[in-house]
Every structure is written in structure tokens, then in C-alpha cells.
């Protein structure tokens, strides 16, 4: 995410220097500093958005790396395409192109549809372990069993969520919206 200098915002903000507190030379030398600070008005409600999806990535691939959620093939798909979302995620924030854009919505694609998996899988692992249990549960009575299994069913639903918000980021993103524009000048 680059913030071009125009969008830069520098408050000015009281330096404590100088030989003591009421030190002539000291409150000069504060007049005269002025100390950049980070404003988060200086970003815009896109360049959050990114963030937002940069964090929930990191965050994810964290939790489940601690939740060690790579004993089968199924468990490893979040993983890995969380992996390939951080890549494309820092990606497109270092250089946003016509191509980096494409990559990255293809990813959050990709967050959006194991998102779902995740969902019917966490579901069906929960009913079948609820029926195990109790073979008479049926109805109702099973399906809050499931909700409510050991795992999560719906933990998965982040990762839907997270390549939605990308999704967002990305819709009518100026850097797609050039090239179509060129297109049409060419015809």
C-alpha cells in the first residue's frame, strides 16, 4: 500500500526537549520540530480494506497452524491457499496492475469456494460424529448437534468472508478500470 505524498498528513505534536520542563530552548526547538505520526485518515477506505484482508490472512493462517489443521489433504487446502492469498495480497498492495488484480480476485475466488468446502466439511464431520453418538438424532435435534459438534462448523465461514472482502477491494478498482478504458479507445 503506497501512500503518495499528496496524501501524507503530518500533525505537529510537542517534543519534550530541552534542559527542563519551561526551557526557552526547549520550547523553541518544540515549535520548530514537527514530528510525523501516523493518521489513519491519510489511507483510503480501499487502502483499509486491503489491510483488513492482509490481517484476517495472517490471523487465519496463524490460528490454524496452532490448531495443527493439517492431519488430511481436506485440512490442508485452507492453508494452503491462504499461503498463495498472502502472496498475492502483498503483491498487489507493492504493485497494483491490470495482472497483480486479476491474480488476487482469482485468490479470494479461491477464499470464497474453500470457504464453503470448509462449511460441508466441518457440517458433515460434526453429523456424522453425532450420529455415532446417538443413531436415533434426527431433525432438528441433529442439526444443532452439528452446529455445536467439535468442530467448528462455522469457523470456516471466515475464509468466505475474508475473499468477499477482497472481492470488495477489488470491485471497480481503478487499476482494472484503465485498461478497459484503453480497450475502448482502441476500437
Request: without cysteine.
Amino acid at each position: 500500500m503506497k501512500v503518495r505524498p499528496e496524501m501524507a498528513v503530518t500533525t505537529p505534536r510537542v517534543v519534550a526537549v530541552g534542559r527542563g520542563q519551561g526551557s526557552a530552548d526547549g520550547i523553541e526547538l518544540a515549535r520548530r520540530v514537527r514530528v510525523s505520526t501516523l493518521d489513519i485518515r491519510s489511507y483510503s477506505l480501499r487502502q483499509m480494506l486491503l489491510g483488513l484482508v492482509l490481517i484476517g490472512i495472517i490471523g487465519l493462517i496463524v490460528e490454524l497452524l496452532l490448531l495443527k489443521h493439517y492431519d488430511s489433504f481436506t485440512q490442508v487446502i485452507p492453508i494452503a491457499s491462504l499461503g498463495l492469498g498472502l502472496a498475492t495480497t502483498i503483491v498487489v498492495a507493492r504493485n497494483t496492475t491490470r495482472a497483480t488484480m486479476r491474480a488476487f480476485q482469482a485468490m479470494m475466488w479461491v477464499f470464497f469456494v474453500a470457504g464453503l468446502l470448509g462449511l460441508f466439511f466441518h457440517f458433515k464431520g460434526n453429523i456424522e460424529w453425532a450420529l455415532e453418538r446417538t443413531p436415533e438424532l434426527g431433525g432438528w435435534p441433529l442439526i444443532w448437534k452439528a452446529l455445536r459438534g467439535a468442530t467448528p462448523a462455522l469457523a470456516p465461514g471466515a475464509l468466505a468472508q475474508l475473499g468477499l472482502l477482497g472481492l470488495a477491494w477489488s470491485f471497480r478498482h481503478p487499476a482494472l478500470q484503465q485498461n478497459e478504458k484503453a480497450k475502448e479507445n482502441d476500437r
